[in-house]
């Protein structure tokens, strides 16, 4: 057993915005991934307003939040422990990905770690349902399923091995519910803790993958969200007790993709994230067990993190969109009416933010693509810039995102597509970019550009990309594999070679990847060609790349390999390095320099004057 104590260290929808002068917006705090306590009178959240995220607690309706002395390290997730009496707290030291696992009491004292020590990553599945038991994952170059006691620390293994998660076990511990597997190709299976054998939960369908689950509240059926029957991923039930029978579809549809299902404690009832075609959330209440599916108004565009009281009757998610920064709200379950967390005041908004339109348009295959158009003041066309997102198995969502607004406010026109590889589209186009597919979402960004161009978006000679993590991939992918069709780049924690990103990236990292980019031996010459680092001789416009100095999941090298080889030519190019971050910089100050810093990177090389935001 090792726990390491540490004494307390107290330290509505998008509209377009009024006409005001330009000028780079300054991003406002954001309240995100609610914990509500049992009796749902309080609310734990997460709020970056002192700069770093951090815990912050305040009664339903009343008074001003309190911070709790969690320490200096960004806190990423939270859960209430079913007795009431202990926070639980994802911390990621020096930026994620690696974190750590803390616990302390809703007053803040007793603060301790109880799992991710050393270099293994810590990730919480949740708590059993009697007393202040957690099930817990922890990684390094292999997982490790266990079960931890908040009060002492004691650690039980129930099962180990590559690309495996813990998922649920029923009250008893006796059986426990595992996700295996890569990404986009994941199973379930059952684990027997007292004899250790596992099945699979049901067949494979060669097709697909199934990424939650959780036990019925008999124990004798599980709920899983899984698209290995259907397009478009739908909640379905397996019957333990008759394993032959093929798994019942309690909630699907055919116009959107079931993002996520939040279960209450007593699993009788089911909150459904749907994600609708472009990004934009809607929400329904299920009942598991009639089948009765309720909507209720969404008090944004983009939800998440939703999760219930004790007792079923509150629903706690964060709302944001694209001039709605995220917020904290309240869903009385009885009525489905939403309503904020008062944390501050009333619901928030961006005055100097605009609302973006949803484009359609052509990849040069013809496979359909989409994406998010947001436009200065005045007639186009505009200087414009590319951006895109991470993942690849990420959407381009209408949420809230300063980066954009800043550069709206320069005079620049951004648009944000999903190319192939993005979710939100079914599980055919999250598979599209899987291994040699990959030359298809590179040539999509391409078609995004001659889009904007022949719709009288964008100014020829005036276009620019910029991209983080796989988005940083794919910008210099694009100007290796595009030249001329681009101004200037920025590139922010991007992959540049795969064999360094595999040599160097964290095991788990690694090893679940291969399922989309490839094996770094038996495809080797693909992954050679499909490098930016392969035809940087190629690359010759402005381009500026951004990494955490601390970044593990693509490490900083990827960024400073591609920095020498431009200098080496003598290519004009800029080289950030933010100290104290990962791959996500989690710390406002830091995300605020890099914003800045690609703003005035692509303004200046874009050629572009400020203007009149409306």
Not at 23 to 29: F, G
Not at 59 to 65: N, R, T
Not at 236 to 260: K, M, N, S
Not at 300 to 316: N, R, S, T, Y
């Amino acid at each position: 057993m090792s726990v390491r104590i540490e004494p307390p260290r107290t330290t509505r929808r998008a509209r377009p915005a009024s006409r005001r002068p330009a000028s780079s917006p300054v991003p406002i705090s954001e309240n995100f991934a609610p914990a509500p306590s049992p009796d749902g009178r309080r609310v734990a959240f997460l709020s970056d307003r002192a700069g770093t995220p951090g815990v912050w607690v305040c009664e339903v309706d009343a008074g001003a939040p309190v911070a709790l002395p969690v320490g200096d390290e960004p806190v990423l997730a939270l859960s209430w422990s079913p007795d009431g009496r202990w926070l639980a707290c994802v911390v990621a030291p020096g930026g994620a990905p690696r974190t750590e696992l803390w616990v302390l009491r809703p007053d803040g004292t007793r603060r301790h770690q109880i799992a991710g020590f050393g270099r293994r990553s810590a990730a919480l599945a949740g708590w059993l349902p009697d007393g202040a038991v957690l099930a817990v994952t922890e990684t390094d170059e292999h997982g490790q399923a266990l079960l931890v006691d908040a009060d002492t620390g004691h650690r039980r293994v129930l099962a180990q091995g590559d690309l495996l998660t813990l998922l649920d076990v029923t009250p008893d511990a006796g059986v426990a519910l595992l996700r295996r597997g890569p990404r986009n190709a994941r199973w379930l299976e059952l684990l027997d803790v007292a004899t250790g054998v596992r099945r699979r939960l049901f067949p494979d369908t060669g097709r697909g993958s199934t990424d939650q689950g959780w036990f019925g509240p008999d124990g004798t059926s599980v709920l899983a969200r899984t698209d290995a029957y259907s397009e478009l991923a739908a909640l379905v039930r397996v019957d333990l007790t008759r394993p032959e029978q093929p798994p019942t579809r309690l909630a699907g549809r055919p116009d959107a993709e079931l993002e996520h299902v939040t279960p209450s404690a007593d699993g009788q009832r089911g909150a459904l994230l749907w994600n609708t075609y472009g990004g934009r959330s809607e929400l329904s209440l299920l009942d598991f067990a009639s089948g009765v599916q309720r909507a209720v108004t969404a008090p944004g565009e983009v939800l998440g993190d939703a999760v219930f009281a004790a007792d079923g009757g509150l629903l706690c998610l964060t709302a944001q969109g694209p001039v709605q920064p995220r917020e904290v709200w309240l869903v009385d379950t009885s009525t489905g009416t939403p309503r904020p967390l008062r944390s501050d005041t009333a619901p928030r908004t961006d005055d100097a933010g605009v609302a973006p339109q949803l484009l359609d348009l052509r990849a040069r295959d013809g496979l359909p693509l989409s994406g998010w158009l947001y436009r200065p003041a005045g007639p186009g066309p505009w200087p414009t810039a590319i951006s895109l997102h991470g993942g690849p198995e990420a959407q381009e969502r209408p949420g809230y995102n300063p980066l954009f607004q800043a550069l709206v406010a320069q005079g620049i026109a951004v648009f944000a597509p999903n190319v192939r590889g993005s979710s939100g589209f079914g599980r055919s186009f999250v598979a599209a970019d899987n291994l040699a597919g990959r030359y298809g979402a590179i040539a999509d960004v391409a078609a995004c550009a001659d889009f904007l161009v022949d719709a009288g978006v964008a100014r020829p000679g005036q276009l620019g990309c910029l991209g983080r993590s796989y988005g940083g991939y794919l910008v210099l992918a694009v100007l290796v594999n595009f030249p001329g069709l681009f101004a200037a780049g920025v590139a922010e924690c991007g992959i540049s070679d795969f064999r360094t990103f595999f040599a160097g990236t964290e095991p788990w990292i690694a090893a679940a990847a291969v399922s989309k980019y490839g094996d770094p031996h038996r495809d080797a010459n693909l992954l050679r060609d499909l490098s930016p680092l392969t035809h940087i001789d190629r690359l010759d416009v402005p381009v500026l790349l951004i990494h955490g100095a601390n970044d593990t999941n693509v490490p900083a090298g990827e960024s400073a390999q591609v920095a020498q080889a431009l200098a080496d030519r003598g290519v004009p190019h800029g080289h950030l390095v933010l100290a104290g971050e990962g791959h996500d910089f989690l710390a406002r100050a830091n995300a605020e320099a890099a914003r800045t810093a690609t703003t005035g990177w692509l303004t200046r090389h874009l050629a572009a004057t400020a203007t009149v935001v409306g």
